[in-house]
């Protein structure tokens, strides 16, 4: 049975979070990954595995060594996903607040 992640539930974990907060900026191997998290490798392993089955990390071979880095095509997925949201509660936040500045202007001249 193949089982398919998805990339909201993975990103909804904070070390998952964490993780690809380290490898955005540059690829790193599972040790230098695990080097920055008190928690057991084997674990950090599992959220390396989870990460990249949706695609969010991307392993690379380079000799002896797998390095995971960030993948951008995915993100950029999730991002264009999240846009139309953010678009809408900033419309929302922005007729609230004018909103908020007529009541307090008119409460100023009372």
Not at 85 to 107: C, G, H, P
Request: proline letters at 4%; charged letters at 25%; aromatic letters at 10%.
């Amino acid at each position: 049975m193949n089982l398919r992640r998805d990339v909201f539930q993975a990103i909804a974990d904070p070390t998952r979070r964490a993780i690809i907060l380290l490898i955005a900026s540059q690829a790193m191997t599972a040790g230098a990954i695990a080097s920055n998290f008190e928690t057991a490798r084997p674990t950090i392993s599992k959220h390396l595995q989870i990460l990249t089955e949706c695609e969010l990390l991307r392993k690379e071979p380079n000799g002896r060594e797998i390095y995971y880095h960030f993948n951008v095509h995915k993100m950029k997925e999730v991002a264009a996903f999240i846009e139309p949201f953010r678009k809408m509660w900033d419309e929302r936040f922005n007729q609230l607040e004018s909103v908020m500045k007529a009541y307090m202007s008119e409460n100023n001249q009372q």
